[in-house]
C-alpha cells in the first residue's frame, strides 16, 4: 500500500508549462547518508520555480533495501536521508516496489504519475530505475538515467544493451570514461560529482593529533586513508602487498581501510595471517568518515575502472595528497604530479613507491595536497554544480535543448 508524505505543498498549476516535475527514484542504501546522498539532496532542495523534484522512497520494511550495517534493518523505521528530505522542504512518497510483479508495479507507478502530475523520472541505482524508466515511457514521460558505474561490464550486457535504446531517452554519466561505455549514438551528458563550498578544509597539526586521539590512532605515525567499500573492482587485493611493501620500508606508517562490503572479512583475514593486524586498520563503516580525512597524511584509491570516486573529491577537500592507479574516470580529476600520483593499472610496486616517494617528503605532499585543494574549489564545486545539472535537467525535460549530449 502507497503511504504519501508531504512535507510542501507542491501544486501549482499556473507554472506547469514551465516548471516540470520530475520523479526522483535514488535507489540508495537506506541506512547511509553520505556525499552521494547529500549532493543529490542539495540538487532537489534548490529552491527556484523553474523545475520541482518529487522522490522515490522504499518503504523500510521493503525485502529489496540495501543496508550497510547489519543492524539497521531491525532498527530503522525510514531511510535516514528522509529527514534530510523534510528538513530541505522536498516532497516524497513512500511506496514498495516488487522485484518481478509487473501488475502490482504498473498499478503503483501509474497512480504517481496521474496524482503527482509527473513529466519525468529520474533515476539512480538499484532494480527500481529499470522498473521507473519502463513505466515512464510507457506513459509518455521523459526518462533520464544518471549511469555512475560500468553497467555494460556486468552481467546481461546485451539485455541491458536493448533496454536502454528502447526505454532511455538520456544518460547523465558521471565522467567521459563512463560515457564511452553506453551504447553508440546514445544521448549522454557528462556531469562529474562535486564537493560542498564549505567543506573545504586543511587541518593544523593540532587538529589532526586532536582527531588522531579521537579514533584512538597512533600520534607518533603516517596515516594513509583508502575509504572504498569491499567489492572486487575496488581491489583491496592490490591494497593489501602494497601495504605489504611499505611496512617493510616504513615500520612507522598506519594503513586505515574504511568502508563494508562482501570482501571485507576476506581481506581482515588475509591481513591477520600477514600479522600485520596492528598496521592495517578496518573501522568498518563510519558515519563520521570527515574525522578520518582530518586525521590522514595521505589517501590511496586503488579501484580499477572507478567511474568517478567521490572518495577523490573528498581527499582534496582536506587538502590530501592521493595515489590511485590510472584507470576509469580517476585520470579526469587527478592530475599526475600536480594534484596526486596516477600509477599504472594494477602495478603494486610503483604505487609502493609512490606512496613511500611522498611519505618521506613533506614538501611534496604539502604542495600536491594545496594543489588538489584548489583544484576542487575550482573545478567541484556543489552549489555551481547544482545549477548545471539543474538547468541541464530542465531542458532536458521541457525539450528545450535536444541537442545536448556527449555523443561518441
Known amino acids: 500500500m502507497e503511504r504519501i508524505l508531504r512535507s510542501v505543498q507542491i501544486e501549482d498549476t499556473t507554472t506547469r508549462a514551465v516548471r516540470p516535475k520530475v520523479l ?12 552521494i546522498e ?3 539532496v542539495e540538487l532537489c532542495a534548490k529552491s527556484d520555480a523553474t523545475i520541482e523534484f518529487l522522490w522515490l522512497v522504499p518503504d523500510i520494511d521493503s525485502p529489496c533495501n540495501n543496508f550497510a550495517k547489519a543492524h539497521s534493518r531491525a532498527t530503522l523505521r525510514e531511510p535516514v536521508w528522509a529527514q534530510h528530505l523534510r528538513s530541505s522542504g522536498i516532497p516524497y512518497v513512500v511506496v514498495r516496489i516488487s522485484k518481478y510483479n509487473v501488475v502490482t508495479n504498473f498499478l503503483l507507478f501509474r497512480r504517481i504519475f496521474r496524482e503527482h502530475q509527473v513529466d519525468a523520472v529520474y533515476t539512480h541505482f538499484g532494480f527500481e530505475r529499470f522498473w521507473a524508466v519502463f513505466f515512464a515511457k510507457l506513459f509518455g514521460k521523459t526518462t533520464l538515467w544518471n549511469e555512475h558505474w560500468h553497467s555494460l561490464g556486468t552481467r546481461y550486457t546485451g539485455a541491458k544493451r536493448i533496454f536502454y535504446r528502447l526505454f532511455v531517452d538520456h544518460f547523465i554519466a558521471v565522467s567521459r570514461f563512463i560515457a564511452d561505455t553506453l551504447p553508440k549514438n546514445a ?4 556531469m562529474r560529482n562535486a564537493i560542498g563550498a564549505n567543506k573545504f578544509h586543511r587541518s593544523t597539526d593540532e587538529e589532526q593529533q586532536r582527531k588522531r586521539a579521537q579514533l584512538s590512532l597512533p600520534e607518533q605515525r603516517k596515516v594513509v586513508l583508502l575509504v572504498s567499500a569491499f567489492r572486487e573492482n575496488k581491489r583491496h587485493d592490490l591494497a593489501v602487498p602494497i601495504c605489504e611493501r611499505v611496512l617493510r620500508a616504513r615500520a612507522d606508517v598506519l594503513f586505515v581501510f574504511l568502508g563494508e562490503g562482501p570482501l571485507r572479512s576476506a581481506v581482515t583475514e588475509r591481513v591477520k ?43 582534496m577537500k582536506y587538502a590530501l595528497p592521493l595515489v590511485a592507479f590510472e584507470s576509469g574516470g580517476t585520470p579526469e580529476i587527478v592530475k599526475h604530479e600536480e594534484t596526486g600520483v596516477l600509477v599504472p593499472d594494477s602495478d603494486v610496486d610503483r604505487f609502493s613507491v609512490a606512496l613511500l616517494d611522498l611519505l618521506e617528503n613533506d614538501e611534496k605532499r604539502i604542495r600536491l595536497g594545496t594543489r588538489a585543494l584548489d583544484f576542487v574549489r575550482a573545478e567541484a564545486d556543489r552549489d555551481a554544480w547544482i545549477s548545471r545539472l539543474r538547468a541541464l535537467v530542465r531542458d532536458l525535460v521541457s525539450g528545450e535543448n535536444r541537442k545536448w549530449g556527449y555523443k561518441q
Open 24 to 35: 526522483f527514484v535514488p535507489g540508495f542504501v537506506v541506512d547511509v547518508y553520505s556525499e
Open 38 to 40: 547529500r549532493q543529490y
Open 187 to 190: 544521448r549522454v551528458h557528462v
Open 273 to 315: 595471517r600477514l600479522g600485520l593486524a596492528e598496521k592495517i586498520l578496518f573501522p568498518g563503516h563510519v558515519d563520521g568518515v570527515d574525522d578520518y580525512y582530518l586525521a590522514a597524511d595521505i589517501c590511496m584509491l586503488t579501484s580499477i575502472g572507478e567511474p568517478c570516486a567521490l572518495a577523490i573529491f573528498e581527499s
